[in-house]
């Protein structure tokens, strides 16, 4: 019995081994004229001498913005990157009203997400506009995230949404040929934190197996407050299991994370010193982390928001301290930032930035690097490599 116990785990340890898993991180919003990818984005890339394989951006759900949807989704495809779009059921007035979904699952919405999945087809065709062709191109959508947060109670009631989430998934799918999950998948992403656990947990909100191809969870850990500083692990971990056993089978996607400098002290990074390495050494057992719990896509959340998440050229770090631009070219500046906070330069296309060492993780073979002539494997688009 011992015996095929470790051969068990043995089995199941080397599989995590050989696994890998999509990366990225969260780019905002582009519109318009502009760039769909920032220069610090590009320059990190250069730093890590790797490209992202996943670039992810989000919007409220608005009839008639379906055609800047699928022109992000085309320069990001175009740039080498499978793109990610977070669509939140917000309205055009970007209110959280439990009225847009009640909307989208009684059919009001129809005509405009039939528009919208018709153009979505048009984009995964590729530039000869024919399924199935070399030329192919892929897509993430998370619909409806984060769901279980306090904040997006207007949700409202599990079986409301599991009713727009059918709409909206069995539109697009009655667009779309029978082996479209080549091409787009669906994440069904929750908070960490589940705030409503003992009225309506979060899996009285899974939309079925059928409907669902990722479970996604989006997970912070913040400064103080009532939970103050959290590893990864218990940042994660019990919704990890929560969604597994809902969804087993399902791959797992980190669709949101980041870490605060602001450590115990209630210093951040421009101010101490032990602050700086508080982020990154979670930054590391982050990456260790989700290395072990098999996650096949990591997102990180590269935006200077409730607190400076950012992974590369944290610019509360590095303008507080210096008061100057975060690519400041001055030697003296650059120098004493470095030996006081222990961060590292990172020399790129003629400009120095600051990163913390930990960054560099995302090096590891695990993760797996985008290519703008080939992007991803069907295997690891799908969550199987």
Not at 148 to 155: A, L, R
Not at 237 to 262: C, D, F, N
Request: charged share 25%.
């Amino acid at each position: 019995m011992r015996v095929l116990v470790c051969v068990v785990l043995l089995l199941a340890f080397s599989s995590l081994i050989s696994a890998k898993s999509l990366f990225g991180w969260w780019e905002g919003a582009p519109k318009g004229s502009e760039a769909p990818v920032s220069i610090v984005t590009d320059a990190a890339q250069k730093y890590l001498k790797k490209r992202f394989s996943v670039v992810s951006f989000y919007d409220d759900l608005c009839p008639g913005d379906y055609m800047y949807y699928d022109d992000t989704m085309l320069r990001l495809w175009n740039l080498g990157y499978v793109p990610l779009f977070g669509l939140r059921p917000n309205g055009c007035q970007h209110t959280r009203d439990p009225q847009h979904v009640i909307d989208i699952a009684e059919g009001r919405l129809d005509p405009w997400i039939e528009k919208f999945a018709n153009e979505t087809r048009v984009y995964l065709n590729g530039a000869d506009g024919l399924w199935g062709t070399a030329d192919d191109r892929k897509a993430f959508i998370s619909f409806g995230p984060e769901f279980n947060g306090d904040w997006e109670s207007p949700y409202g009631e599990a079986e409301k949404y599991k009713a727009m989430w059918r709409k909206f998934v069995g539109i697009f799918r009655k667009y779309l040929p029978a082996d479209h999950q080549d091409h787009l998948q669906f994440i069904w992403t929750a908070v960490a934190v589940d705030s409503n656990s003992k009225t309506n947990p979060v899996e009285n909100f899974y939309p079925g197996s059928d409907l669902v191809d990722w479970i996604g969870i989006d997970g912070y850990n913040w400064d103080g407050g009532k939970n103050g500083w959290r590893t990864p692990k218990q940042v994660f971990a019990k919704m990890i299991l929560r969604l597994r056993k809902k969804a087993p089978g399902k791959p797992l996607a980190i669709i949101e994370t980041g870490t605060t400098s602001v450590a115990k002290n209630n210093l951040d990074c421009s101010q101490s010193r032990k602050s700086c390495a508080a982020k990154n050494a979670w930054i590391k057992s982050a990456l260790k982390f989700f290395k072990l719990a098999n996650a096949k896509m990591v997102i990180w959340f590269q935006q200077n928001k409730e607190h400076d998440w950012h992974l590369f050229n944290a610019p509360r770090c590095w303008n507080d301290f210096l008061h100057k631009p975060a690519h400041s070219e001055d030697p003296k500046d650059i120098v004493s930032y470095v030996k006081c906070y222990g961060l590292k330069k990172a020399k790129v296309g003629g400009r120095t930035y600051v990163t913390f060492p930990a960054f560099k993780g995302f090096r590891n073979k695990y993760y797996i690097a985008g290519s703008v002539k080939k992007h991803v494997s069907k295997a690891a688009f799908m969550g199987k490599a």
